[in-house]
């Protein structure tokens, strides 16, 4: 069965740092775009970064450019998402997500069941 | 950025009946080489993730019920639900993934009346 599992959320302070890692189980992972979304408590859905199927390529929603870091690991079916500089707004539940086919305009079609990040002192 | 709009925020349906939900983009969301709207269409059921229900505006995913359609071009899309059931309430949101950053929807609560 096609399945992401986040894990890596917690309770961090303002300007701390966090590592979200989300393991996939896709028969052919390295085909695919990966992607982060993110939904702050009682909100709507928010884009965070992109990543290529060979990690050349990452692309990030302007709020967190310059302090989040998409990777993969393709060796380990596994995406990361580095978090440094947190502040009160990035408190959301985080979403791994398959981006469907090969490119980063398309749809998402897996979903993982989201890791939460906490930014509180 | 595309700002996509949902209409209405929320909406409440009779079991059976019809319901409706509207998303306007900032931008034509059709692409001219391929034809293709690059919209899509997701259900978010409470304490659970998105669900892909339609993309390309018009593609219903797999296992999808035929009750679920989507409609429109370019920059006003709707997906509508006939004969509402009750696993139907749910938070529904719309996305272009035509530019970055890609963007959604505010979401339009569904809820039966």
């Known amino acids: ?121 | 950025d595309i700002v996509m709009t949902q209409s209405p925020d929320s909406l409440a349906v009779s079991l059976g009946e019809r319901a409706t939900i509207n998303c306007k983009s900032s931008q034509n969301l059709l692409y001219s080489d391929n034809k293709k709207n690059y919209l899509g269409w997701y259900q978010q059921k409470p304490g659970q993730p998105p669900k892909l229900l339609i993309q390309w505006a018009s593609t219903r995913e797999s296992g999808v019920p035929d009750r679920f359609s989507g409609s429109g071009s370019e920059t006003d899309f709707t997906l509508t639900i006939n004969s509402l059931q009750p696993e139907d309430v749910a938070v529904y949101y719309c996305q272009q993934y035509y530019g970055l950053p890609i963007t959604f929807g505010q979401g339009t609560r569904l809820e039966i009346k």
């Not at chain 1, 060796?75 to 990361?80: C, D, R």
């Not at chain 1, 490119?103 to 930014?119: E, H, L, N, P």
């Open chain 1, 1 to 121: 069965e096609v399945q992401l599992v986040e894990s890596g959320g917690g309770l961090v302070q303002p300007g701390g740092s966090l590592r979200l890692s989300c393991a996939a189980s896709i028969f052919k992972f390295t085909t695919y775009w990966m992607t982060w979304v993110r939904q702050a408590p009682g909100k709507g859905l928010e884009w965070v970064a992109s990543i290529k199927q060979d990690g050349s390529e990452q692309v990030y929603v302007d709020s967190v450019k310059g302090r989040f870091t998409i990777s993969r690991d393709n060796a380990q079916n596994l995406v990361y998402l580095q978090m440094n500089s947190l502040r009160a707004e990035d408190t959301a539940l985080y979403y791994c997500a398959r981006v469907t086919v090969d490119s980063k305009y398309r749809a998402f079609d897996i979903w993982g069941q989201g890791t939460m990040v906490t930014v509180s002192s």
